[in-house]
């Protein structure tokens, strides 16, 4: 446990009905009792443990004396018990900025420290009581902006993904105790696996980090989000579907051309998946100063896109804007999908549009005729379909992903070794390494680099 106790108000700044006060450490118990009295006359330390008690919460003055300042709730989480694994007090107030304030600063008087970001969950993970994944998943949580990045946070907390990865972690222990007990005891027969079932064992694990690693293309859809740029020539529907994908008003919509110079961005979901969104100026030849740099700008998020939403207007034979954006497009490394906008119009030249492209669809931005068609094409282009994000282990940022890649590779490498018929040290130092990775991804083995940079993240009082 870490030596000293840290405090800081767990609710957002600002007026509310209530404000939560959280002081966790080894003299929490102390440093609470002297900033909330119970009415029931008993000190708090003795209050029933993760029962809430009513008291009066005092402040200090500036002579030392104590002032009661309101009346409250407090709760004692005794050690191990409780989210950090210390000794742990939460404080409820009333919500006024002032008040909340002069309780924290009580806190701090009584030998709190201020905690820092993330500090709370820090302590948690350092105690055992969660595991790296876990607390990355509840910044995903706390960050939430979408009703499936809540689900699939909400299974990572639940411990999902530290499951799996326990799981492979205990396979491949067991794998290489077989093996070493041959190596240290060449003369007896202690093996509990052949060299076949070795090999299958070892295959086993690598199809399953392979289909771990799979789930971070579902994972990144939905938890970090798309880059998705909508783009076309000026006035095909660019901005309207950005506000119908929004779901708001966000962007001005005219006849005129041009409206939009600058990227606009917002977030939404569709089919499931997380659209980071940047609505771009028109695409075109201009010798408006101002306008040019917005048609750069939109090259530039084209560039960065991972999924885009090229925008044309069917009722028209293709012109030279519209051949010299299927140029760009076709140099796209990311998905495209070409929406025959104003749909509501004949669509007297759609063909020329989808003899170009994989994917298109004509959609309506006034209606909303179309979009179901493209939500299920989103979700089926980046949504691994055989996976349920509230129950099953899904990798959701760039480093869970990079330690799996890492340890299936290693796996690779080990399986490798065995067909070229390498002694059988050398044959599991892959697995060995994979082992290794696959404690640094859920925090068995991390460095403290890696775990400030995580937890700084976080919101100061979590």
């Keep these: 446990m870490t030596g000293d106790t840290i405090a800081a108000v767990s609710t957002p700044r600002g007026k509310g009905g209530v404000a939560l006060l959280r002081v966790s450490g080894p003299d929490a118990l102390r440093i609470g009792g002297e900033v909330f009295c119970p009415k029931n006359g008993r000190p708090l330390a003795q209050s029933p443990a ?41 404080i409820c107030c009333h919500g006024g900025i002032l008040l909340t304030e002069t309780v924290l600063s009580a806190l701090l008087a009584a030998g709190a420290r201020p905690a820092g970001p993330g500090e709370f969950t820090r302590r948690a993970f350092l105690n055992g009581k969660l595991g790296l994944s876990a607390a990355e998943a509840l910044a995903d949580l706390l960050e939430a902006q979408t009703r499936d990045q809540l689900l699939l946070a909400h299974s990572g907390m639940g411990g999902a993904t530290q499951s799996r990865c326990g799981e492979l972690y205990e396979r491949l222990r067991r794998i290489l105790a077989s093996v070493y007990v041959c190596i240290d005891y060449p003369d007896e027969d202690l093996a509990e696996m052949s060299r076949d079932e070795l090999i299958a064992a070892m295959q086993s694990c690598a199809h399953d980090l392979q289909e ?47 409206t939009t110079r600058d990227v606009l961005r917002g977030t939404a979901s569709l089919g499931g998946v997380t659209l980071l969104l940047s609505d771009t100026a028109g695409i075109h030849e201009t010798g408006d100063t ?71 669809l004509p959609v309506s931005a006034r209606s909303g005729e179309g979009l179901p068609e493209l939500a299920g094409l989103v979700e089926r282009l980046f949504l691994d379909g055989r996976l349920d994000i509230r129950q099953d282990a899904v990798l959701t940022n760039a480093r869970q992903y990079a330690a799996a890649v890492r340890a299936q590779r290693a796996m690779e490498e080990s399986l490798e070794a065995f067909r070229i018929g390498e002694p059988i040290d050398v044959c599991c130092a892959g697995a060995e390494e994979a082992m290794a990775v696959l404690g640094e991804l859920d925090g068995r083995a991390v460095s403290e680099e890696l775990v400030s940079e995580i937890f700084s993240h976080f919101c100061v009082g979590k």
Excluded at 295 to 309: C, G, I, N, Y
Excluded at 323 to 341: D, K, M, P, T
């Design 212 to 258: 771990l690693c799979r789930s971070y293309r579902t994972g990144h859809a939905v938890a970090e989000g798309l880059r998705t740029v909508i783009c076309g020539k000026p006035n095909v529907g660019k901005s309207a579907l950005f506000n119908r994908l929004l779901g708001r008003e966000a962007a001005i919509v005219t006849d005129v051309e041009g």
């Design 50 to 90: 993760r029962t809430a008690v009513y008291g009066s919460i005092y402040a200090v003055e500036p002579d030392g004396s104590r002032v009661a300042v309101d009346d409250g709730l407090a709760t004692v989480f005794p050690a191990p018990a409780s989210y950090t694994g210390e000794d742990t007090v939460e």
């Design 290 to 360: 101002v306008e040019r740099i917005g048609v750069e700008r939109a090259k530039s998020e084209l560039e960065q896109a991972e999924l885009t939403l090229a925008v044309f207007d069917a009722s028209r034979e293709p012109d030279d804007a519209d051949r010299a954006l299927f140029a760009l497009l076709a140099r796209q490394s990311g998905e495209v999908i070409a929406l025959l906008g104003k749909c509501d119009l004949p669509q007297t030249c759609a063909d020329a549009y989808r003899a170009r492209f994989r994917h298109c």
